[in-house]
């Protein structure tokens, strides 16, 4: 079957451009949107996403503030942190970058945050507008799912989607999002996860296919219905001596295989990862208009 391929960066792109205007307005009321990025210890991957998201703040002119803290800090001290980020004029948006080290409560860290600087959107104030269909902002890699399945005309409506994972930052928002009534919403979810029977099975009745489950090639052609749309979320290491960083990123999806039975397939990279950090501006420039429009 000839698959179309869903292109994240093309995408990511037009969500990205579409700003420009937002940007001015906003500008022209003498406010610069501010996202601030905190980071604790230091974990290889949050650090190369935490430069990502600098840098598309850098591309559109936007504030972009990176605190690096050590993995000893307290978490007192970071609490201290979010509480001069919240009472700060020029900052917009604050996010901290999980996993967290050990010793730091997550949760507590995140209920800090003003939920109307949360552009991550994972204080539970957000989860809670989110579900009722009423959010300040989405999430971001889930928002950028829907918004690529929109973007390449994919019907949600009364469409079977399985959502392979239930973390809180992908599986769980994902499926809130796309039961949602309306466009990109109105779909049938199944949730499975590492406790559900026969995997194989349910992800072959989907239509569409959302792979967050964090395993190299996890979702292998057997698994997928002919004709099937598969998104692949997975972001994975894995070893490769050969190339100059001694390893590569590959999906959860088993790419070569799989995208000879679907009619569309995003590829990893180059699919959810760029929408993940366009969405991330979106919600950021919108944490700035909210500041002016209460
Ligand atoms: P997670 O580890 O928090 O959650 C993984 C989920 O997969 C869990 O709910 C678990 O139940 C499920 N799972 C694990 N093993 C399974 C199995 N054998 N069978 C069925 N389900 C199983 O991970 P996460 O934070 O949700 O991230 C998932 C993947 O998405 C990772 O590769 C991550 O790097 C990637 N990710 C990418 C982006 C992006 O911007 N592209 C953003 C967030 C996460």
Redesign the pocket.
């Known amino acids: 079957m000839s698959h179309r391929l869903i292109n994240g960066r093309d995408v990511a792109a037009q969500v990205t451009e579409a700003l420009e205007d937002r940007l001015q307005a906003l500008r022209a009321q003498d406010t610069n949107p501010g996202l601030a990025v905190v980071v604790v210890g230091d974990d290889p ?1 949050s650090h190369v ?1 935490v430069r990502m998201k600098g840098k598309a703040c850098e591309r559109l002119g936007m504030l972009s503030r990176t605190h690096i803290l050590p993995s000893t800090t307290s978490e007192d001290d970071l609490l201290d942190l979010i509480d001069a980020l919240n009472a700060d004029g020029e900052i917009h948006g604050i996010l901290c970058q999980l996993p967290l080290p050990p010793h730091i409560n997550e949760r507590k860290v995140i209920e800090r945050i003003d939920p109307r600087k949360d552009v991550d959107a994972f204080h539970p104030y957000n989860v809670g507008r989110m579900l009722i269909g009423d959010p300040l902002f989405l999430p ?2 889930p928002a ?1 799912v829907q918004r690529l399945l929109i973007s390449h005309d994919i019907e949600t409506r009364g469409k079977h989607v399985v959502v ?8 769980k928002p994902m499926a809130s999002i796309l039961m949602q009534k309306g466009e990109g919403g109105d779909a049938t979810v199944t949730v ?5 029977t026969d ?1 194989p099975g349910l992800c072959r009745q989907a239509d569409i296919l959302i ?5 190299p090639f ?1 979702v292998k052609a057997d698994m997928v219905k002919e004709g099937a749309v598969v998104i692949d ?4 290491r894995v070893d490769d001596p050969g190339s100059e960083k001694g390893y590569r990123l590959v ?2 999806v088993d790419f070569d295989n799989v995208k000879e039975k679907a009619a569309a397939i995003s590829p ?1 990279p180059g ?3 760029p ?3 366009a969405m991330l501006m979106e919600n950021t420039v919108k944490a700035a208009e909210m500041t002016l429009r209460p």
């Open positions: 991957a996403y971001a890699t950028g392979l994972g239930r973390s809180n930052i992908v599986g499975a996860h590492s406790r559900s995997l792979a967050a489950v964090g395993i996890f979320v997975g972001t994975n999906g959860d990893s699919g959810v990862g929408m993940t950090i």
